[in-house]
């Protein structure tokens, strides 16, 4: 681990609460400056959001570390991921999990996301480019879904995918600001409730907020 992981898993990550040993091993093993543009390489491990072009960004550690955690990952599971954007938050979770499925509606990132990916060697994950307020029913349902920008509210189609057992980490609110929320399917029963307060970039598709004038951007 170099010495800039180093200092934000001590300042952000353990030292803002996180306790889960796998999700700071992941943390401390992932080198967040492979996933952000050349310009903001110097800004890499710092604890804010940074612009990955396209109008979106690759989020803070912080929250990638607070949403992973709150996911509860044992190292089995399948995991859905909504917005793959740098990818960033993929390799966390193909760290953490079985399979990870991710998708994204910006195809300039995905394509740049899988590439990178791939060349560091993840084996453990399915890549989409589409509308991911609807999810991606060919593999579901899944164990774990993680929806890494903001929706009105939480799409039904997202739901209908968590497994029984399993559970759902969206930020749900208006664009200027929204909080976690934590979505659970126990005997059949959707169970609800809200964590911190987040700001995410906007989910775009016909279960999220409404966009351009295609479905994908392209
Ligand atoms: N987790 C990412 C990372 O680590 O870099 C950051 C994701 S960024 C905050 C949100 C992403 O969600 C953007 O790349 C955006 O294009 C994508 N997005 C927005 N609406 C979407 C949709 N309906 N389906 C799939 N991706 C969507």
């Keep these: 681990m170099n010495e800039g992981i180093r200092r934000m898993i001590e300042r952000d990550i353990a030292g803002r609460g996180i306790r889960d040993p796998r999700v700071i091993a992941a943390m401390g093993k992932v080198d967040r400056a492979l996933f952000v543009p050349p310009e903001w390489k110097e800004s890499a491990y710092d604890d804010h959001p940074l612009s990955i072009g396209a109008g979106q960004t690759i989020s803070q550690p912080y929250m990638v570390a607070f949403m992973t955690e709150a996911l509860g990952l044992s190292g089995d599971e399948r995991v859905l991921e909504i917005g793959t954007g740098s990818g960033y938050q993929t390799a966390i979770l193909a760290e953490l999990a079985r399979e990870v499925y991710?998708?994204?509606?910006?195809?300039?990132?995905?394509?740049?996301?899988?590439?990178?990916?791939?060349?560091?060697?993840?084996?453990?994950?399915?890549?989409?480019?589409?509308?991911?307020?609807?999810?991606?029913?060919?593999?579901?349902?899944?164990?774990?879904?993680?929806?890494?920008?903001?929706?009105?509210?939480?799409?039904?189609?997202?739901?209908?995918?968590?497994?029984?057992?399993?559970?759902?980490?969206?930020?749900?609110?208006?664009?200027?600001?929204?909080?976690?929320?934590?979505?659970?399917?126990?005997?059949?029963?959707?169970l609800r409730r809200n964590s911190i307060?987040?700001?995410?970039?906007?989910?775009?598709?016909?279960?999220?907020?409404?966009?351009?004038?295609?479905?994908?951007?392209?």
């Design 102 to 190: 991710t998708v994204e509606r910006i195809e300039s990132l995905a394509t740049a996301a899988e590439d990178r990916l791939v060349a560091l060697g993840y084996a453990n994950i399915r890549f989409h480019l589409g509308d991911g307020s609807l999810g991606w029913r060919e593999y579901a349902p899944y164990d774990r879904i993680i929806v890494t920008a903001a929706a009105p509210a939480a799409p039904p189609s997202l739901i209908g995918q968590i497994a029984e057992g399993g559970r759902m980490v969206i930020p749900v609110g208006p664009p200027d600001g929204q909080a976690l929320e934590i979505i659970e399917r126990r005997e059949g029963r959707i």
């Design 197 to 218: 307060g987040c700001i995410f970039v906007p989910l775009v598709g016909k279960e999220g907020f409404p966009g351009g004038p295609g479905q994908l951007d392209r």
